[in-house]
């Protein structure tokens, strides 16, 4: 008996001794496991606190201005240094078609001959047509690409900046910036730009892109909330869609009023545009001192050829009296 006792009780031993390392087996896993799994919500928690940064700041890398060029890949230290604040001309097209149809539409549609035959003048006279992104620097720095350069600016999205302009700018090299209106694009609206066309056109380089609100509302007549959403989500989508930092505004019918300047400031505009006839707004070359944020252009009407267009390109130009027609 005492034999066997023995036997069970060295049995029972080593059970409580198997059990007991098992147990401490298991304490020291626990263990090893919380302090590993502290540190790593430690290192999870400073990872997730950097990914917002690091994700802006690989976003703010990708991302490049309206202009669809990255800062720092502009030409500045060929530029030309001025002494005093540049003045930029700055044009104002709508539609320009090949269409019979489409020209019987008024005194915004230009005939493409008329725009060929601008474009080939300002060619030969030697002008830079400038990106918004080069507008932008011209405005706010005292260099300039050339003595001669001007901004051709197309409103409202049209399906002739792709069908009619683009093939232009294509044969002559030159650049444009297109005013979109987002909610038409969204609403595939007769008449205006698909995002693919867009996309296509800022992928070239020739055409870049700024905002025209979502539904083409005069903004100096919506409430706040309503100008909010209009410059807020069209600079969102253009933003996503395109991938850049939309900062320039072009008020629809260049309606505004302070309080629109400073939501959309507020929004992360830095530069408007406005038309030439509303506000008390003159045609005239823009310069600084106009405000950033109102900038004024020439409107180029279906009858502005040539000789017009050139006496507004062509410097010390200042009101003009043909330009305030609507
Ligand atoms: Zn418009």
Redesign the pocket.
Known sequence: MKKRANKYQKKHHGIRNVIFLIFSILLITLIVYGISAVLNRGEASGSNSKVPQTSSRSNSNRKTSSSGQSETTGPTQKWLQSKTDNELPILMF?YASSQAADLAGGSNWMPDSTLEADLLALKNAGYTTVTSEQAIKIMTSHTKPSNKMVWLTF??GSLTLYRDVFPLLKKYNMHATG?I?TGFVDNHQSGILTWEQIKEMKASGLVDFIS?TVS?LDLGTLSTADATYQLQQSKKELDSELGQDTNII?Y??GGYNQETIQIAKNLGYSYGIIDPGRNGAVAKEATASDGLMTLPRFRMASTTGPSLMMSYVSPATTFNEQNTMK
């Open positions: 709508h409103d409202d005013a209106i025209h083409h072009c629809p019918a």
